[in-house]
């Protein structure tokens, strides 16, 4: 059974931070995504990560894929308010249907 | 904007109704994907068609039933509803049928039963 886990699942952090949310994953998948969320919102799509050593950056996120581990990192770099949201991973698997981590729920604080 | 249309946004009924949620998906997309969020929960899923043909079935409740149209847009129908049915229920869309690739959401019809 292919699982999504995330860590941490809450992160509160100063404006001008650093910080890095992880997402570990069970299968040999090699297809990664990443959402935001506000609160009572869709999902929208941030990054599609797709291969092992992919890397990918907008803005202050820059999220990576390192397929060996099973483990991809979303940083976020001199954290504003603005990017407090919940941030999803997700795997997808040719096999199965796509799995979606819990959520990390990102508080910015001023 | 997605590109996934949804409706209805909000929809309140009482314990033991039945509500039909309607989904569009982006232009060109094959695939549907229904998901719910029950509050402060993660994205359960619930079932995927493709071109009108079920595809892969989740946690879905035998009360919920799914279907997707010739025109590709899908319902989904939700009976005998109970009041731990109140959640957002997503719609998604891909143009993929074998493995998910990129899902594109539409805004969620939020259900509350009381």
């Known amino acids: 059974e292919l699982k999504v886990e995330q860590n941490p699942l809450f992160l509160s952090m100063q404006e001008g931070k650093n910080y890095t949310i992880y997402c570990n994953y069970s299968?040999?998948?090699?297809?990664l995504y990443w959402y935001r969320q506000d609160p009572g919102k869709s999902l929208e799509s941030l990054f599609v990560l797709l291969s092992n050593g992919a890397v990918k950056q907008e803005g202050r996120l820059m999220a990576s894929l390192d397929t060996k581990a099973r483990l991809s990192t979303l940083h976020i770099t001199a954290a504003v308010h603005d990017l407090s949201a919940t941030y999803v991973c997700a795997v997808d698997d040719t096999n199965t249907d796509m799995c979606f981590g819990a959520g990390t729920r990102l508080t910015v604080k001023p | 904007d997605s590109g996934v249309t949804q409706t209805p946004k909000h929809l309140i009924t009482a314990t033991g109704q039945r509500v039909t949620l309607r989904c569009s998906p982006r232009s060109g997309d094959l695939s549907v994907y229904w998901y719910q969020q029950s509050l402060d929960q993660g994205l359960q899923f619930l079932i995927q068609?493709?071109?009108?043909?079920?595809?892969a079935k989740g946690n879905i409740l035998e009360r919920f039933s799914a279907q997707q149209f010739p025109d590709l847009h899908s319902e989904l129908n939700l009976s005998s509803l109970e009041l731990g049915d109140s959640a957002l229920y997503f719609c998604a869309s891909s143009s993929t049928g074998g493995g998910t690739g990129e899902l594109f959401f539409g805004e969620g019809s939020r259900l509350t039963v009381l």
């Open positions: 299968t040999t998948s090699d297809r």
């Open positions: 068609y493709y071109n009108g043909e079920e595809r």
